[in-house]
């Protein structure tokens, strides 16, 4: 049987709020979009007794086996909800600890695979609940639109079809999520109630921040030379974290301003990851 090859788009956070806290997890609001960087998975049906997954390419290496894809077969399998096996091979070009949610969107994009394949039948209320076990940012890759996550869970996409072309840098250090969630002290009122599609606006979003972005700076001091640098480049529309870091993003207009951007930003950070890419 031939391999069906499938995308698993990387995930970005335009704006970011931190509006509370449950017993486990913070709650978060956010506008996300995707980007046409993407991780390439392979599928295919097998006659084995277990599923095989692995993964290769350039960010593949520090991936042990208890992952986001492994985990999400397990859970399928605990809920009887998959007949038979399956070899997944995953080309990683999206870099881990990067905000990126790479892993997570790994999970995402073989759960919709599975679900539109009609490989299981599951209701969308237990779609949801999949989902959580493996990570909170799971059930964003199914919608692969622009959208707002607000704080009680729910999700809501945004109908405007406004690009921007990204210049991604990542340093050589990858922030850890935890250690930057348990720095957070303040709470943030909640702005995306009532859904706009100007949301995707170059004034709107300029405006906005993500929270976790300072705490990341004072976490990792080089990431404020890294904003500087790149706040500085001609025909920045805005520069923002996405996540919990670590890598920076600049938004702009034109296919031509963020090349050259790139070409400045390679010279001066020559041992960062740096790449185009383009909102989907």
Known sequence: MSYTKIKSHAKINLALNIVGKSKILHKIESIVSFLDLHDEIQIKKVNQKYNEV???????SGINSKNTVSQLLENIEKKKLLKNKYQIII?????SKAGLGGGSMNAASILNFFIKKKLIKIKKK??????????????????????????????KTISSSRKFYTLLVKPSFGCSTKKIYSK?????KPEFTSISNNFMSVDYLSNKKNDLELIAIESY??????KNFLVKLPNAKFVRMTGSGSTMIAYFNSLESCKEAAKKVKKQFRNYWCKTSKTI
């Open 54 to 60: 692995r993964f290769f390419g350039k960010f593949s």
């Open 91 to 95: 080309k990683k070009n999206i870099p």
């Open 126 to 155: 237990e779609i949801i609940e999949l989902s959580k076990t493996i990570g909170s940012d799971v059930i964003l890759g199914l919608y692969l639109k622009n959208l707002v996550l607000k704080g009680n869970g729910t999700i």
């Open 184 to 188: 957070v002290k303040k709470f943030h």
């Open 221 to 226: 001091p080089r990431l404020k030379s890294l």
